[in-house]
């Protein structure tokens, strides 16, 4: 599925059950300035990677978390401007920016430790 419309405006819709297994929606984006919802709820969008398309055109993957709604009918929205494809659901699960930020921050400081300790036992 292909949406192509101008930056800020415009919209799609469409109600349908999410499958039971799924973890998170996955789609490609050209334009950033999308946002998503599911039952008129936002889903926070992670980007995951980035490609080219045949044609020369840079896209961005992106996942959000929709665990929460796996097994329900719910109206799928997506608004904004942008050329979005390959919209599907995934039961691979997507890790939040926040969770991946602590698993760095926390490496970080205890790699930071170990060469403090490392200085003052030589």
């Known amino acids: 599925m292909l949406l192509i419309n101008q930056p800020g405006f415009g919209s799609i819709s469409q109600t349908g059950v999410v499958p039971g297994d799924a973890q ?16 008129g ?6 980007a995951l ?12 993957e992106y996942g959000a978390d929709i665990s ?10 997506f608004l ?3 050329t979005i494809d390959d919209i599907q659901f995934s039961s691979q ?5 926040f969770a991946l930020s ?3 921050l926390a490496g970080g400081v205890l790699a930071s430790l170990r060469v403090h300790r490392r200085s003052n036992s030589g």
């Open 102 to 104: 602590l698993i760095f």
């Open 41 to 46: 709820q936002d889903v926070l969008l992670v």
């Open 68 to 77: 929460a709604f796996a097994g329900r009918a719910e109206k799928l929205t």
């Open 49 to 60: 990677s980035s490609g080219i398309y045949p044609n020369g055109i840079d896209y961005t």
């Open 24 to 39: 998170s929606l996955l789609f490609q984006l050209v334009l950033n300035g999308m946002s998503v919802s599911l039952d």
């Open 80 to 82: 904004g401007g942008g």
């Open 93 to 97: 699960p997507i890790s939040e920016p």
